[in-house]
């Protein structure tokens, strides 16, 4: 940068104060515009949301659900959820039993915002009278805590925002039962980059094996010991699940949060064919799960491949254009134990088990990812049977094949 000369010193002294002035006007005017638009939910725009509303129905009771956009929620409202990280989801449930419902917002989202929380981070001392009128909007809008039998209600839960897709389960008891309903709703306003893969072309009608238990161990067992990079010469994160199921069904993961997307791995040849993740407290620590469909089912079931990882921080490296990457947990087989854990909770296991497969390695001599993230692990892949109805601890079965180290 070239040195500023005696002469122009002068002139750029005043200039500022102007430059100052000007800035700071346009400041107050825009503090101005804000005590002056008085915020007033407007309700109109409920038809839309709800003509576009995904139904479940199990026995009596239907539960009709859909995610508000932004602006949506903006407008019903008559503020801006959306930056209080907030995100309503509608409810309508129709109970046609003969007890009545009680719901339950915990199984929507365990850190769920009550009415009164919503409030009072939507109180602003510029909204002035529209204070009050949102915090009764906020009231009347949520959804009861008693469906009673024979009635429809129809209200809000406050749940933590998300893009993409919503991965939703709404829960209610009776005195001697309990219903779960389970979504995956598209969330509009939000762009993000997806790879849509046609499952149906992915391999011939004759290349996909049909095989018995004993042969999906042998098969799983033989499969390389990690996914690799683009080239195929340089190992990824571990295999850790094999999961088996009819579809990559609703509750692969009971909640989702905004996060960054996750970076292609190579198995049978391609990248993953779907991506999840579950974000914690910032973008850089999260837990994400790649699948492959596999080219053999069991018992008419597809089988799919998995490699999950947990993100413990981001770093810099040249293996990816954006100059970053997450930085993997070692104790990989904690991230599988999470995993079991998570879907054991979900009431979708039948079966469990483990098979051989990376091999055992250990400080100070372990295994390492593509960008040098060394980790630990005793060698076994987790196999997971997914499906209904829903079981408890105590109706799962466990497959007699490997077990873990103690």
């Known amino acids: 940068?070239?040195?500023?000369?005696?002469?122009?010193?002068?002139?750029?002294?005043?200039?500022?104060?102007?430059?100052?002035?000007?800035?700071?006007?346009?400041?107050?005017?825009?503090?101005?515009?804000?005590?002056?638009?008085?915020?007033?939910?407007?309700?109109?725009?409920?038809?839309?949301?709800?003509?576009?509303?995904?139904?479940?129905?199990?026995?009596?009771?239907?539960?009709?659900?859909?995610?508000?956009?932004?602006?949506?929620?903006?407008?019903?409202?008559?503020?801006?959820?959306?930056?209080?990280?907030?995100?309503p989801i509608w409810l309508s449930v129709e109970n046609g039993g003969d007890s009545r419902l009680r719901f339950l917002p915990i199984i929507t989202d365990p850190s769920y915002f009550s009415p009164p929380e919503v409030e009072q981070l939507l109180h602003s001392w510029w909204r002035g009278e529209s204070n009050a009128t949102i915090a009764a909007n906020l009231v009347r809008a949520a959804m009861p805590e008693v469906i009673p039998q024979g009635r429809t209600v129809a209200g809000f839960v406050f749940t933590h925002r998300e893009g993409g897709l919503k991965f939703l389960q709404v829960g209610f008891e009776t005195d001697s039962q309990e219903f779960v309903f389970r979504f995956v709703l598209p969330v509009d306003g939000v762009s993000y980059a997806v790879q849509k893969v046609d499952f149906s072309k992915l391999y011939p009608a004759n290349m996909v094996e049909a095989v018995d238990l004993a042969k999906l161990r042998e098969r799983l067992e033989k499969l390389p010991c990690c996914t690799t990079d683009k080239s195929g010469h340089r190992n990824g994160d571990p295999f850790d699940l094999h999961s088996i199921y009819r579809t990559i069904r609703a509750f692969l993961f009971g909640s989702e949060y905004l996060n960054a997307p996750v970076s292609p791995l190579q198995a049978f040849g391609r990248s993953q064919d779907v991506s999840l993740q579950k974000a914690r407290n910032t973008i850089s620590l999260r837990n994400h799960l790649r699948l492959w469909l596999a080219p053999f089912t069991i018992e008419g079931l597809q089988v799919w491949v998995g490699q999950i990882s947990r993100d413990i921080g981001v770093k810099l490296t040249t293996q990816s254009w954006y100059l970053t990457t997450h930085r993997i947990s070692p104790a990989v087989d904690q991230d599988r134990f999470y995993l079991l854990q998570d879907m054991i909770m979900t009431g979708a296991v039948s079966r469990f088990g483990f098979v051989r497969g990376v091999g055992e390695s250990s400080m100070p001599n372990p295994r390492v990812n593509l960008t040098g993230d060394p980790y630990v692990t005793d060698g076994l892949r987790l196999v997971l049977f997914l499906g209904e109805p829903r079981r408890t601890f105590d109706q799962i079965q466990f497959l007699e094949w490997e077990r873990p180290l103690d």
Request: charged share 25%; glycine share 6%.
């Open 1 to 87: 940068m070239p040195s500023m000369t005696s002469q122009a010193r002068p002139e750029l002294k005043r200039s500022r104060w102007p430059s100052f002035v000007a800035a700071s006007f346009l400041t107050l005017v825009a503090f101005a515009q804000c005590g002056c638009d008085r915020a007033v939910p407007d309700s109109s725009g409920e038809k839309a949301f709800a003509s576009r509303a995904e139904s479940r129905l199990q026995g009596d009771v239907t539960v009709h659900a859909a995610v508000l956009t932004d602006d949506e929620s903006r407008r019903y409202f008559g503020a801006s959820l959306a930056d209080e990280g907030i995100q």
